[in-house]
């Protein structure tokens, strides 16, 4: 009945047993069967079907509510009943925001990983909303993520630092003798970003309309290409939680954002699910604040 429920939410939140299907990976004919088959197992009605668009019957929306409940327990029974089983084998999935380059996140998994040497350190990085997807689907355990939305009680929401945000350009460029430079003073100037082809669209809205840079956008698909990029003349890179270093190497500079006059600042935060709050979590989260 787990799987036919998960087929039945789909349903209800795609509002099509098309989409359903799709995400499911299974046929609509198979979706729809296993809606019946759930229903004539329940004995009721969830859906009124109208040729090729539903409703939900009080019974089914009653259902829909308390199944949600229900599966999320499911989920988290199963991923505890695992933790116990491999107790001999923890793990702690810690992710940070691609192309920070503050230390304080290398800092704490060092002294984390001393502490605590039992304990498998998984690392990954990604984009803030690759970050969240990971934090979401239960990939990541506590993710350093900047900012970008409205807290949610479904996270612990750890605020860590408030950052002035800088940018790398190469030395050769006229500008690198500038200890800050306007974002006015950009708009013709390629601003590179470390992102893959599916956030594009996400991060050049973040970076044109909360930042304030105007110009042309073009992308890498990592940290290492970018700072290529930025050194052959192709454009200047913004830096995660980045420190006021004029001189990165012999060929960059990082120089301090500014706005209207004032520094451009970014919250960083430790974020990590409230129904994930285990002892490891919260141990390398008190590691990872200390650094800061």
């Known amino acids: 009945m787990m799987k036919q429920m998960k087929y039945f939410q789909a349903v209800v939140?795609?509002?099509s047993f098309t989409k359903a299907a799709e995400e499911c990976f299974i046929s609509q004919s198979a979706i729809s069967q296993q809606?019946?088959?759930l229903e004539n197992e329940l004995g009721v009605k969830l859906l009124i079907r109208r040729n090729r668009s539903f409703s939900l019957t009080p019974a089914g929306e009653y259902f829909y509510q308390k199944s949600l409940v229900l599966i999320s327990d499911y989920e988290r029974i199963c991923r505890e009943t695992v933790r116990v089983a491999k107790k001999d084998q923890a793990k702690l999935h810690v992710g940070c925001i691609r192309g920070y380059c503050g230390g304080e996140f290398e800092l704490a998994v060092a002294d984390f990983a001393e502490k605590y040497p039992e304990v498998s350190v998984e690392i990954m990085s990604g984009n803030h909303e690759e970050l969240y997807d990971a934090l979401r689907g239960g990939h990541a355990d506590l993710i350093l993520n900047d900012q970008r939305r409205a807290f949610s009680d479904e996270y612990v929401n750890?605020?860590?630092a408030a950052k002035e945000c800088y940018v790398e350009i190469a030395a050769r460029n006229p500008l690198?003798?500038?200890?800050c430079i306007e974002t006015e003073e950009l708009k013709n100037t390629p601003c590179i970003l470390v992102a893959s082809p599916e956030q594009w669209e996400t991060e050049k809205t973040f970076y044109r309309e909360?930042?304030?840079?105007r110009g042309?956008?073009?992308y890498a698909p990592n940290l290492e290409e970018a700072r290529l990029m930025v050194i052959g003349g192709r454009g200047f890179m913004p830096v995660e939680g980045g420190?006021?270093?004029t001189e990165i190497g012999k060929n960059l500079r990082r120089i301090l954002l500014?706005?209207?006059?004032k520094p451009v600042c970014r919250n960083y935060c430790a974020f990590w699910r409230t129904d994930n709050s285990g002892y490891y979590v919260e141990s390398f989260a008190e590691i990872l604040k200390a650094q800061f």
């Open 13 to 15: 939140r795609c509002k």
């Open 35 to 37: 809606i019946r088959a």
């Open 158 to 160: 750890c605020v860590l």
């Open 176 to 179: 690198s003798d500038r200890s």
């Open 210 to 213: 909360i930042l304030g840079i």
């Open 216 to 218: 042309e956008f073009v």
């Open 243 to 245: 420190e006021n270093h």
């Open 258 to 261: 500014h706005r209207n006059g």
